[in-house]
């Protein structure tokens, strides 16, 4: 089976930066995504790492260990938008994914 | 454009009730899945479908059923509705071939009462 721990609040300044961690323990492992959900929305998907480093994207990275069984969501200057929840995903079979329960960030002013 | 939608958005029914909720998509994806959202439980997986006729259980598919008969559809039923099931039930879907991207849908409220 599949099982994700990532921190269940997080607050930050606006401008500031964030790095959300995500640890996972998988049984078969195709890759970590992160999707972002504001309150009452979607999730939207933001990125994915199917190979070890940072995978960058606009002012979000992306980092992932498979050794270390480890990732990471990096915010750079943070906006109020950036409000959302966070959720670490990871790939254990074809296209079929296991979503942690989520991060919810809070930027203040 | 292409999009994913759920209805209906809210529903409130018995316990004991069978319900549907519709899920279509208009991508062309093969691939469709439903999670359902609590509190404290992030996305948990409960049905998913790979193509035409082929469905399979996920996680928490006990008292949930799902067919697919064409690539656009993919209704989920609860068979006898039960308080545990109130939720926020999501659709998604994602295109076949490696590791692809899951597009959600914005999601039904569903309350058993």
């Known amino acids: 089976g599949q099982s994700l721990e990532q921190p269940s609040e997080v607050t930050a300044v606006e401008g500031a930066i964030v790095q959300i961690n995500c640890t996972y323990q998988?049984?078969?492992?195709?890759?970590l995504s992160w999707y972002q959900q504001h309150d009452g929305g979607a999730p939207t998907f933001l990125s994915y790492?199917?190979?070890?480093g940072l995978e960058e994207t606009g002012r979000f990275s992306s980092f992932l260990s498979r050794s270390d069984s480890y990732g990471y969501l990096l915010l750079q200057e943070l906006q109020m938008k950036d409000s959302a929840s966070y959720f670490c995903?990871?790939?254990?079979?074809?296209?079929?994914?296991?979503f942690g329960t989520g991060t919810k960030l809070q930027v203040i002013p | 454009d292409a999009e994913i939608t759920q209805s209906p958005r809210h529903k409130i029914t018995e316990t004991g009730r069978q319900v549907t909720l519709a899920c279509h998509q208009t991508?062309?994806?093969?691939?469709m899945f439903w999670y359902r959202q609590d509190l404290g439980h992030g996305l948990r997986l409960i049905h998913y479908?790979?193509?035409?006729?082929?469905?399979n259980k996920g996680e928490v598919s006990d008292g949930y059923s799902v067919s697919r008969s064409n690539t656009e559809d993919l209704p989920l039923t609860l068979e006898s509705a039960a308080s545990s099931q109130t939720s926020v039930y999501f659709c998604?879907?994602?295109?076949?071939?490696?590791?692809?991207?899951?597009?959600f849908g914005p999601g039904t409220r569903l309350t058993v009462l």
């Open positions: 995903a990871v790939g254990g079979g074809y296209q079929k994914v296991t």
């Open positions: 998988t049984s078969g492992f195709y890759g």
């Open positions: 790492n199917a190979l070890d």
């Open positions: 998604a879907s994602s295109e076949s071939g490696g590791y692809n991207e899951q597009f």
């Open positions: 479908s790979y193509g035409v006729q082929d469905t």
């Open positions: 991508w062309n994806h093969n691939n």
